[in-house]
């Protein structure tokens, strides 16, 4: 079984420019995360989709934002990219969104940011 | 709302050691309680697992137990080799479609 697909894997941009993730979860799960992992700040959430819908958002500026796909794939965009914005990022997918389901994670995508 | 608080690393330990790495947490309900591994230039992987008191996960050589009274979730692991050389993070979920984690404790196994 596929796991959680990440595309791209390494992306560089610069400042002001807009980004936009890919993600493709396990095939069956309908839920999908959105993670930011940086050395200083640790993993934040920043966004889960279930069934195209936005259930919960972390405290993020709204340059963040997100979006599920009837096939359960997800995008996440970022807008007027800054330094800070600079990290890895990672998609988790989950059968349902139940407390006890476990998330699986892809294998991120790396964006730097000059 | 939810906080996990996780031993400060780095920690590093010759190999047949034994593994200790603290967690305690904060939750207004009744959450679940996951560890996650990770290996340089990879996501996170699920180690272990415990969703009610008094559960333990376990996985590969791994422990740890869901302590209401303490609300702690210690990893534990009685004899380490070379290939645990990864960060572990601490997490929790509580019915609010999202993990919390903890800082992360990065550990070293020496041959």
């Known amino acids: 079984k596929a796991g959680v697909t990440q595309t791209p894997r390494y992306l560089i941009k610069t400042r002001g420019q807009q980004v936009t993730l890919s993600c493709s979860p396990i095939?069956?799960?309908?839920?999908v995360s959105w993670y930011q992992q940086t050395p200083g700040q640790g993993l934040q959430f920043l966004f889960e989709y279930f069934s195209e819908t936005q259930r919960n958002k972390g405290n993020f500026p709204g340059r963040f934002s997100g979006r599920q796909f009837s096939n359960s794939r997800s995008e996440m965009n970022v807008s007027t990219l800054e330094l800070g914005d600079s990290a890895l990022y990672l998609c988790?997918?989950?059968?349902?969104?139940?407390?006890?389901?476990?998330?699986?994670f892809g294998d991120g995508t790396r964006l730097s940011i000059l | 709302g939810n906080s996990v608080t996780q031993m400060e690393g780095p920690v590093t330990l010759s190999e047949e050691a034994f593994l200790t790495i603290n967690c305690t947490y904060t939750a207004t309900g009744y959450p679940s309680l996951f560890w996650y591994v990770q290996y340089p230039g990879e996501g996170l992987q699920l180690l272990l697992k415990?969703?009610?008191?008094?559960d333990k996960g376990s996985n590969k050589g791994f422990e740890a137990t869901y302590r209401k009274e303490t609300t702690s979730f210690h990893l534990e692991k009685g004899s380490v080799q070379v290939s645990d050389s990864a960060v572990y993070f601490c997490?929790?979920?509580?019915?609010?479609?999202?993990?919390?984690f903890g800082a992360g404790t990065t550990v070293t196994v020496r041959a």
């Open positions: 095939s069956g799960h309908r839920s």
């Open positions: 415990a969703t009610k008191a008094d």
């Open positions: 997490a929790l979920s509580d019915n609010d479609y999202k993990l919390s």
């Open positions: 988790a997918s989950s059968l349902d969104t139940g407390v006890n389901q476990p998330q699986h």
